[in-house]
């Protein structure tokens, strides 16, 4: 899938699950959920993406300082742990380090460390990134360092499954969005 569907569906993701928290708990939730939504594809510089790729790692280094800024140092290691699986991940082929489920427990470990009360929403918005991926035509590395991909053939990536998915995304989190504030 494209960077706008996995950001799209990871934003309506992170709106659902946050509908009854309070404003700024929704607003970090939905945007680590985006964040957890679209780092997969820090991968994507063999394919001709580079802004993405830096577009992601901009995110989640903004999201990650946080609570470093803050002063809280245990939360160095966490940073590093999550810089450093990033950075490993976009030196690997597209869809299979970074799409992974061993990816996916480091970020949120990381997390977890930095942010006790936000992994879940990462997690989600990962999830949700591997699951549009999977239903598409190229393969993914589900269980790196495993050579096995999984792939359900259903849409391809650039296609009008694509687009739905992205409308019904934004759709969702604007119609959320309104649910939570009348």
Not at 13 to 39: K, L, Q, S, Y
Not at 122 to 144: E, K, M
Not at 153 to 170: E, H, I, M, N, V
Request: net charge positive; aromatic share 8%.
């Amino acid at each position: 899938m494209q960077s706008h569907t996995h950001a799209a569906v990871g934003a309506c993701i992170g709106a659902a699950m946050t509908i009854n928290a309070p404003v700024e708990v929704a607003a970090a939730g939905t945007a680590v959920a985006v964040v957890g939504a679209i780092i997969s594809d820090i991968d994507v510089g063999g394919t001709g993406k580079r802004s993405t790729s830096w577009l992601v790692a901009g995110c989640s280094a903004a999201l990650m300082a946080v609570p470093v800024v803050l002063g809280m140092v245990q939360q160095w290691a966490a940073l590093g742990l999550f810089v450093l699986t990033c950075v490993y991940g976009a030196l690997q082929e597209h869809r299979s380090f970074m799409h992974s489920i061993f990816a996916m427990v480091l970020l949120v470990a990381a997390i977890y460390v930095a942010m006790p009360n936000l992994p879940l929403y990462f997690a989600a918005g990962f999830l949700s990134h591997l699951l549009l991926d999977i239903i598409t035509h190229r393969p993914v590395q589900l269980l790196y360092p495993l050579e096995k991909s999984v792939s359900l053939k259903l849409c391809y990536s650039k296609s009008r499954a694509s687009q739905l998915l992205f409308l019904l995304g934004c759709a969702g989190t604007i119609i959320l969005i309104i649910i939570r504030f009348l």
